[in-house]
């Protein structure tokens, strides 16, 4: 007998990334189901921009999620402002695509910064909250490109790869305690992030409410591995019991293998331009502090083997 879905009305959710594309769509999705939301993005005009657009008491915020110091800020004023913590979106990544030996290591690095590292960081912060209650939801927001390599977007598969297996061992761990965890894995969404791609010809690109009622589905059920859309599920199982060459074979067959290898870029234009420039700018941070850094470090006497 199906689960009656858990009521969301007062649930207070906080959601990384959330100023546009899938963040915004699960934001809107949510706030219809009475959930308190904030919305944290690394540009917070824009966060409040969309704060004030969504309404409904929608709080937006600045976070920064590969700092921990902002992120545990973040999270510190969603619940001064909305109460206790319930619910961790974990959504906010980037994806910078290209051949693998042309992609710069400050490209690799922001990848995995971003999308990996920001969130162990949320998901530490958040289990910190959910532990003392026994209860709370984390949602890692990852992709189909967590369970296949695509040609084309390597460091970014990789990423995604590890919060998939972040979050199944996450998940292992907490198992007994009430808090519940899911890994949301979409197929190419309908956002600036997923622009110029093409599509495959079993899988047409989903819409970011698509993966907005999905992840409002997992939340109401404790489904822990959510695919968008759900029939993906069924080429992973097939390609679980098939040999490496039939899959491969597949791949080419359906145009799987040319998602990420050949995009329109002249479509692609503007989310390759601000990725550019948010790596390029990182990238000078990183050269400004080191002198910095080299100057005011203390004398150390010289090591004697």
């Known amino acids: 007998m199906a689960r009656t879905p858990r009521s969301l009305t007062g649930s207070v959710v906080a959601i990384t990334g959330g100023g546009r594309g899938i963040g915004r769509a ?10 308190r939301v904030a919305i944290g993005d690394i ?22 999620v590969t700092d921990r110091a902002s992120f545990a800020n ?11 913590l319930d619910v961790l979106i974990n959504n906010a990544g980037i994806m910078p695509i290209g051949p693998f030996v042309e992609e710069t290591d400050a490209t690799a690095e922001r990848l995995v910064d971003i999308n990996l ?52 061992a996450i998940r292992g761990e907490l198992r007994g305690t009430g808090i519940d965890v899911s890994v949301v894995m979409p197929v190419v969404v309908n956002t600036e992030l997923g622009s110029g791609l093409p599509d495959t010809r079993a899988f047409k690109r989903v819409e970011p409410e698509d993966v907005a009622d999905a992840i409002v589905e997992a939340l109401q059920t404790g489904r822990y591995e959510v695919y968008v859309p759900r029939s993906f599920n069924v080429l992973m199982r097939a390609k679980a019991l098939v040999p490496t060459s039939v899959s491969d074979l597949v791949a080419r067959l359906i145009k799987g293998d040319e998602v990420l290898a050949k995009p329109d870029h002249a479509a692609r234009a503007a989310y390759e331009a601000r990725m550019a420039q948010t790596i390029a700018d990182v990238d000078l941070q990183a050269a400004e502090t080191e002198p910095a850094a080299a100057d ?3 004398e150390r006497e010289p090591q004697v083997a």
Not at 26 to 35: D, E, M, N, V, Y
Not at 50 to 62: E, N, P, S, W, Y
Not at 74 to 84: H, I, P, S, T, Y
């Open 117 to 168: 590292h920001g969130v162990i960081l949320g998901s530490k912060l958040a289990l910190e909250r959910f532990a003392p209650r026994g209860a709370g939801h984390l949602v890692n927001i990852a992709s189909t490109a967590g369970k296949v390599g695509v040609p084309g977007g390597a460091t970014y598969c990789a990423t995604k790869h590890a919060v998939v297996g972040l979050t199944e």
């Open 74 to 84: 973040f999270l510190d004023q969603v619940e001064d402002r909305l109460g206790g």
């Open 43 to 64: 540009d917070a005009a824009l966060a409040e921009r969309t704060a004030g657009q969504l309404g409904a008491g929608t709080v937006g915020l600045a976070l920064d």
């Open 296 to 298: 005011s470090a203390p």
């Open 26 to 35: 699960t934001a809107r999705a949510l706030i219809s189901q009475g959930a």
